[in-house]
């Protein structure tokens, strides 16, 4: 799964409520939700990112609450993939539930906001086209880049079902 877009630079511990404000938890829309990310930080950021776009952060991606609406702001706002030091461990289940890929990457700090990023998630190779430099890191697991193909985890387990309701062979 290749994804490409422009970088979009945060620093560490960027924690759900920086993500997605509290009183916006009423909702569950996504495009709702992404109208309103990272808002504290930068009021105009969903403005400045164009579908496909990636988030590039520092260390403890994600702290804080355990709230799935942080992910689903992230998405609903257009942003295709989260590249950062560390995540914390519930933003990656919650990630992983809604369908955000995301890759750990130690030297973000050598990537610039606004440079242009090509993703290979396969093979976790991420491209940064602006500076014509290449970083490996950890692949993107096989079964998680299905669920994320799936749009998240629920849809994947419909999918699967579906399939083994019918008889047929349970697809990818």
Known sequence: MIIKGKAHKFGDNI???????????????????GSHCMEYIDADFPKKVSVGDIIVAGS??????????????????????VLAKSFAGIFFRNAINIGLPFLELEIT????????????????????LTQGKTYNTRAFPEFLEEIIKGGGLMN????????????REVSK
């Open 15 to 33: 924690n759900t409520d920086d993500i997605i404000a509290a009183k916006y938890l009423v909702s569950t829309d996504a495009k709702e939700l």
């Open 60 to 81: 403890n991606f994600g702290c804080g609450s355990s709230r799935e609406h942080a992910p689903l702001a992230i998405k609903g706002c257009g942003i295709s993939a």
């Open 109 to 128: 700090d050598q990537i610039n906001d606004g440079d242009m990023l090509e993703i290979d998630l396969s093979r976790g190779v991420i491209k940064d």
């Open 156 to 167: 994947w387990v419909k999918h699967k079902k579906a399939c083994l309701t019918a008889g």
